[in-house]
């Protein structure tokens, strides 16, 4: 028996959240039918995690539904599965940074209108996080997305606890001759900070990943790297970025390739 992946969706009040990531796993049986796969929720709704790792048996890897390293990856996920003492359990990267997730942000962005061209420029609109490697792991992503854009920049913005501000950015690249400028919706799920973020887009708004081929193809790679990893470990970034990389440059900077 193969241990049971369980994704670990944040939770939110949002109607439509709960049916996206089923819809998400639903993607990723397909992919891997004999595999025991179940959602848990952080907070707000049901199962939470601790109910859906009560009723796992043997040994289970927690795949996060979560963009980049932050409290929940580094404290609560690690606590949970220390909790979960009848399992054999380890806890998997978030799903960011990584290309399949960029190609996911593409096609979401094609999806919603954007086209290629003089003076355009994406706001790449994530939840945000005091971490610093939270940030870190979204400028990544900024850059990665500005390469598979073609070069065009890519502003990582936020809608909590970071700045800068989806409207800031946005207001920064237009004084930057920016005038075809879209946002990117940084989220698994829809939920209050999507829709608030995608009511900031003077242009195109894409929609959250939700249950895009590509992040069922990465949650099961997570799954399979963190077979690999000690037992409950907090997970390290796939990909750390280089000291002279471009996210050096401040906040507002925009990410080109």
């Known amino acids: 028996m ?6 670990v969706a944040h939770g939110s009040r949002d109607p439509r959240a709960l049916p996206a990531a089923s819809a998400l796993l639903d993607r990723i049986r397909e992919l891997r039918p004999r595999l025991d796969v179940r959602l848990g929720h952080i907070e ?27 409290h929940h990856v580094k404290r609560d996920l690690p606590a949970a599965a220390a909790r979960a003492t009848h399992l054999d359990t380890r806890v998997a990267a ?29 706001v790449l609109a994530a939840a945000g996080s005091r971490d610093p490697e939270a940030a870190a792991d979204t400028r990544r992503t900024a850059v990665l997305l500005s390469e598979r854009l073609g070069g065009a920049p890519v502003v990582p913005a936020y809608a909590s606890a970071a700045v800068p501000t989806v409207p800031d950015a946005v207001r920064a690249l237009a004084a930057r001759g920016h005038h075809r400028i879209a946002v990117a919706s940084y989220f698994t799920a829809p939920g209050r900070f999507a829709a608030q973020c995608a009511a900031s887009a003077p242009g195109p708004a894409s ?12 949650v099961l790679r997570r799954y399979d790297e963190a077979l690999a990893r000690q037992r409950t470990s907090p997970p390290s970034p796939p990909s750390p970025p280089s000291p002279l990389s471009p996210l050096s440059a401040t906040a507002l900077e925009p990410a080109t390739a």
Do not use: F, Q
């Open 2 to 7: 193969r241990p049971t992946l369980v994704a």
């Open 44 to 70: 707000l709704n049901r199962p939470l995690l601790g109910e859906a790792l009560r009723e796992a048996t043997g040994a289970a890897v927690l795949v996060p539904l979560l963009l980049g390293r932050g």
């Open 94 to 122: 978030p799903l960011g940074p990584h290309p399949l997730l960029v190609e996911a942000l593409y096609e979401r962005l094609l999806e919603a209108g954007w086209v290629p061209g003089a003076g355009t420029a994406v």
């Open 207 to 218: 929609a959250p990943l939700g249950d895009h081929p590509a992040l069922a193809r990465l």
